[in-house]
């Protein structure tokens, strides 16, 4: 049964040919493409400090994908006008699919870019577009998204304490921020860096403001590369940075000072319902994996298949009625 | 906010505006008629043995159900040529209103009655469905379904051991049921009477027979009556029931002998939906009280309103994203 | 293996030889007196309103345990001169037994008396124990322990709003009181009554006072019974009561007046393990007829045991589990 | 409170107080010694290759160690001749602070060693015995124990299907084993190996045998590390081993042909309740960083310390009962 013939049927009934067809390309790309390509990655990335650079058989797989018209699918033109011919139902639809890790890398559609190409789209000027929203939708150059901090509550974003503090006709930033995710990608050019501009601001949502931070400029520095659950991703990375008198154009500013807050709560939308529908596709493929090894012949404690025991199909049934009842959900939020 | 307007987008969109209409007379039928009639049926079933009697405000009730045109919409015209005019999807959406007993006896919307009448519309020759079905559709008489014995694990319909046994041209029924709803009712008619006619048949899918019992037929007894976590439900009730030498005609039986199992299996589909969508109608109801009681200004222990404690938060929120997932289940199965 | 054998080992230790004796007599006067009195007894109760007067096997069983020595092993020596010589840990671990309605009745430790008892006998004049706690702990009348309210969150005492009111040398009780276990029970014959004797008090502890009502006083209703999960439990029966310029002496008050806060925190230590191990014991009750669920031969569904199903026998298990470490728990915190 | 203070009563009562004495001894070593030198390990230990050493720093630790009387404390002397003057109950209450790791190898406690030492202590001959048990006892050496295989269901050991067969006067090992723990340590020269003698044997316990093989053995190669939850855990390692015609003298083997089975089940009593307490070392550990983090001044998300939050003192609530019933559930079944 393809991808496309999956789709819940209501939901289903509402998109196009079009999209149900792309759907099924991506499936296509991903099993005939994608995961032959994950062992080739695998040798090409290799180990110790050689793997901070980046596997030549990407590039390869970014040339088979745009053949297909598997590009940025995830900038809808309904949000932006630079977007895809896809509404963001449409895009959660094939970020199923996105699990598989190099098919993210791929298509363009890979985070943290997708989110911050959305801020440039909507907020950046002319300008800003220009230097790094186009080399990011051509999948030229790679960026971050600099908020979380060491010593504050970073879930909550008023608590942020970098400072950026304007001197003649640039800001200095100085502070630290932690878990930058894409940092450690030696295509990074761009960060882009929430801080404080006015920390005395009555109104706690008015201190925040967003810049656009060449990722080489002198005073930044990458203190160490972090683990999460014990792996560094490399070569994408999680990286420790420092800021210390770092001289950024004051024509970097997002949408201009004090409007940090605003910029975040404006790029975050979309996002929610992609990173969902991964979850979601990460979820079917753990189930699949269980099947599997439930049904595997040469694996049978004491004799019998694992899929013989009630308690281990009680499991599987219930991970399907979490899974669809999830799926549906999502889907009902955005349709 | 009208019940049609809390219908799931993509459901919605599938049915027509006149089962969006019925669906809103329906709510304003159980916030107009229903409750208030509520504390009246109590004050006229009274206590004691006269409760096993039949409230006449549910004559009042079912008349005004008819004059609404709201009257036996379960009865599906997709499934019964008998039917309403409702699919089992639209039937199933107005289902979240019966979790209001009132409503489901008022518009002849009640179990077990309900699969009974799909018993005889799908299975019964002209002459059952003269003397059964018609009465039965028209709220004059109720029935029963008597399938469940005490001896045996009747989850497994194969288990049951009442006998029905030619004798002449009439069976014999001997044996005992218990758990039969609706056998308290005044107005009970008819048993639908699951049974064993040929339980030597190596084929065990074929040794049942169902057969169309009059509830006062010789030979059979109400032992006692049942409760339920504690409430015998009068005057519907739950019953003990034994069969000596009951005597049935042989033109009673459905379809023919050894079809039984073959016949619950075929009346039991559109009620697994009903029943959903009337367990997710309580569990809304129960959740409106969750909010009234974590609400009440008068009740604060220790100073504060329940809602003021996120563990009560969360219980709410937790509810209503599981509500709104069994609803989304239930309906794309049927969608 | 006997009740005694039963106990946690490291617990065992802790409890003399004729503790473990008289557990072993509990279960004993369980199995051999209480079980097969339980249906003549709820023959002798009969129903309707013939359910309110007081099966006379009870007072048989009540001198079958007296010469046992199985009487008010509740009230501990530790705590009170006039108590059991158990402690609060060795009458807890008979407290697993008193899940068997009737034992409790029989032995005198049946509740609401045994909280009742335990604060006239720490906090009772010589004459208010002369009047009632002699006849409680001889089992000649019963009583019932008035706090919680209709229209406030009674879970918080300070919120009760029962009016007791001086005038005179006696008190004037007005409000209302519901859920009153053991009003039902024709041989109640004291209420100890939450209420307030200084409501604008500014220490809300000190707003409360507790009075010795009789409870046959002029001005005291029973609205009605009510249910819990359906079930009137009678003869004990929970009542909704109403006290209407009810006149009380004021040589009833218990302590003083301002005192009924202390009142209550002093009288439910014990109560705590007692509840708990009774729990337990309803749990291991709950679990043995899984137990017997899962291996009745005659109850197999789809052909095969209950007990063969790896789903019921992780049911079981796990209610293992749960059950002994609650058990740890409590008499950890006793011993 | 020093750890022995909070051992639950009753089994604290159980054990002498040189036992509590060497309890707290342990926490005092855990928090002067072994804490402070976790970071020179780190630093120690490097990156890259040069983990796969061992670091200095752990000599002095069990020089330290050994001075305190802190060794072997492990082996009970009521299992083995050899054993300290421990009951498995004590060491047990010991293990609670084992969750610290350089405790563990500082002491001579860690596994999977501890088991090793066991199988020798119970089943070696003296040569076997003076040529591994005693260095290992000294800590000079390390070992593994090599069963889990990657082709079959390992949690069932009757599985296993590496080959031991005879060949003149020794044995050729033919094979592969994987999730090998200890064996990227240098130190590492036993592997004690789980495989089929007589894999045709009728009996399926029968079949197994567990010879005593030199790490360094020609034929056996080190295919390559794995990770848990992405961690090497170097220089400790978890390897995949290869065996081909590995040859091993005939007198290595344990108690003889076809005793494999009884070995394993022989050595795993004690070390049950070792890694239960281990377990719930750890959950207090975790529960202890909770406390700090809910009351962490400086990260109050949304201007509150997250302690104030209801849901969170639930989630510490909850987690206090779970230890704590844990841990007596434990204790209880060594006692």
């Known amino acids: 049964m393809p991808a496309s013939a999956r789709i819940p049927p209501p939901v289903r009934d509402k998109v196009s040919d079009r999209v149900l067809k792309t759907i099924d390309i991506v499936e296509k790309f991903v099993n005939e493409e994608c995961i032959p390509a994950d062992p080739v990655y695998t040798v090409q990335l290799g180990e110790g400090n050689g793997r901070w650079t980046y596997p030549p058989i990407m590039e390869d797989l970014k040339k088979k994908a745009k053949n297909l018209g598997l590009w940025n699918m995830f900038l809808a033109k309904g949000h932006y006008k630079e977007g895809a011919d896809f509404t963001n139902l449409e895009y959660g639809l094939m970020c199923e699919q996105f699990t598989c890790g190099s098919l993210r890398k791929a298509t363009n559609n890979s985070a943290p870019d997708t989110g911050n190409v959305e801020v440039l789209a909507k907020y950046g000027t002319d300008a800003q577009k220009k230097q790094w929203l186009t080399p990011l939708l051509n999948g030229e150059i790679r960026s971050c998204y600099v908020t979380t901090e060491l010593d504050v509550a970073s879930s909550d974003a008023t608590n942020v304490q970098l400072?950026?503090?304007?001197?003649?006709?640039?800001?200095?930033?100085?502070?630290?921020?932690?878990?930058?995710?894409?940092?450690?990608?030696?295509?990074?050019?761009?960060?882009?860096?929430?801080?404080?501009?006015?920390?005395?601001?009555?109104?706690?949502?008015?201190?925040?403001?967003?810049?656009?931070?060449?990722?080489?400029?002198?005073?930044?520095?990458?203190?160490?590369?972090?683990?999460?659950?014990?792996?560094?991703?490399?070569?994408?990375?999680?990286?420790?940075?420092?800021?210390?008198?770092?001289?950024?154009?004051?024509?970097?500013?997002?949408?201009?000072?004090?409007?940090?807050?605003?910029?975040?709560?404006?790029?975050?939308?979309?996002?929610?319902?992609?990173?969902?529908?991964?979850?979601?596709?990460?979820?079917?493929?753990?189930?699949?994996?269980?099947?599997?090894?439930?049904?595997?012949?040469?694996?049978?404690?004491?004799?019998?298949?694992?899929?013989?025991?009630?308690?281990?199909?009680?499991?599987?049934?219930?991970?399907?009625?979490?899974?669809?009842?999830?799926?549906?959900?999502?889907?009902?939020?955005?349709?």
């Open 163 to 335: 400072s950026i503090k304007k001197d003649g006709d640039s800001y200095l930033l100085n502070g630290q921020k932690w878990w930058i995710s894409g940092a450690g990608d030696p295509r990074c050019k761009l960060y882009i860096v929430l801080g404080k501009t006015d920390p005395n601001n009555s109104d706690k949502y008015k201190q925040q403001s967003i810049i656009l931070v060449p990722s080489n400029s002198p005073g930044i520095t990458v203190k160490r590369m972090l683990s999460a659950y014990g792996y560094d991703d490399a070569p994408h990375g999680h990286a420790h940075l420092t800021f210390k008198d770092a001289r950024i154009p004051e024509a970097n500013i997002i949408l201009g000072e004090c409007r940090g807050f605003e910029v975040m709560q404006g790029h975050m939308g979309p996002g929610r319902i992609h990173h969902a529908m991964r979850s979601i596709g990460a979820a079917e493929e753990a189930l699949s994996w269980l099947f599997t090894r439930a049904n595997a012949e040469h694996k049978k404690p004491f004799g019998k298949l694992l899929s013989s025991q009630g308690v281990i199909l009680q499991w599987i049934a219930k991970s399907r009625i979490e899974i669809n009842a999830a799926r549906l959900i999502v889907l009902n939020a955005v349709v």
